[in-house]
């Protein structure tokens, strides 16, 4: 009899473990730990892109060190991932590019020349099929540059700094794509 209360305690601190490393963000679910190029990257905070009254995405901000400063966070060279879910069929492929072109443009003031070959290479990466459910890691790696991911594989990688600086700021800029969003990364 002892065993068997033993063995349900365990079973419910591991089952409460479990639930504790997840995060529930609108239709998503979000781990509490991320791991890319051997850098673990820890849960910051997350929210829900939205556009009018439609729910487009969940995403989440993972760094080496919680922090709730978006300049810090942007300007800080050192590996940290957002972590896209799409949760609605209304994002297609040219949306998504749409939406890169813009945020480029507030995140670096219109002052895209310097980078506008890299940003090219970034928005081929969102040039196959997108749908409901896929998931994209933005991860920037330091000394190596941004590496994005579609559904765990592997779509390319872009170096420097600067660049990094400059998408980082499409979610974390003065100007963010959704002040909400933003605030939810930044744990807020």
Same mark, same amino acid.
């Given at each position: 009899?002892?065993?068997?209360?033993?063995?349900?305690?365990?079973?419910?601190?591991?089952? &409460?473990?479990?639930?504790?490393?997840?995060h529930?963000?609108?239709?998503?679910?979000?781990?509490?730990?991320?791991? +890319?190029?051997?850098?673990?990257? &820890?849960?910051?905070?997350?929210?829900?892109?939205?556009?009018?009254?439609?729910?487009?995405?969940?995403?989440?901000?993972?760094?080496?060190?919680?922090?709730?400063?978006?300049?810090?966070?942007?300007?800080?060279d050192?590996? &940290?991932?957002?972590?896209?879910?799409?949760?609605?069929?209304m994002?297609?492929?040219?949306?998504?590019?749409?939406?890169v072109?813009?945020?480029?443009e507030?995140?670096?003031?219109?002052?895209?020349?310097?980078?506008?070959?890299?940003?090219?290479?970034?928005k081929?990466?969102?040039?196959?099929?997108?749908?409901?459910?896929?998931?994209?890691?933005?991860?920037?790696?330091?000394?190596?540059?941004?590496?994005?991911?579609?559904?765990?594989?592997?779509?390319g990688?872009?170096?420097?700094?600067? +660049?990094?600086?400059?998408?980082?700021?499409?979610?974390?800029?003065m100007?963010?794509?959704?002040?909400?969003?933003?605030?939810g &990364?930044?744990?807020?």
């Amino acid at each position: 009899m002892k065993k068997t209360i033993f063995a349900f305690i365990a079973f419910l601190i591991v089952g &409460m473990t479990a639930v504790n490393a997840q995060h529930e963000v609108g239709a998503a679910t979000l781990p509490d730990t991320v791991t +890319f190029e051997g850098q673990e990257l &820890m849960y910051n905070g997350a929210g829900v892109r939205k556009k009018a009254w439609f729910k487009l995405y969940s995403g989440g901000l993972y760094l080496l060190q919680k922090s709730s400063n978006a300049y810090d966070i942007r300007t800080a060279d050192e590996s &940290m991932a957002i972590k896209l879910q799409i949760t609605s069929g209304m994002i297609s492929s040219k949306k998504m590019i749409n939406a890169v072109d813009e945020g480029f443009e507030k995140s670096t003031k219109g002052k895209t020349a310097p980078i506008a070959t890299k940003i090219e290479t970034f928005k081929n990466f969102f040039s196959d099929e997108i749908n409901d459910g896929d998931i994209f890691d933005i991860v920037y790696i330091k000394d190596k540059g941004i590496i994005v991911y579609k559904n765990g594989t592997e779509k390319g990688v872009i170096p420097g700094f600067e +660049f990094k600086k400059a998408l980082f700021g499409i979610w974390l800029g003065m100007k963010p794509a959704d002040k909400k969003l933003k605030r939810g &990364m930044l744990g807020n």
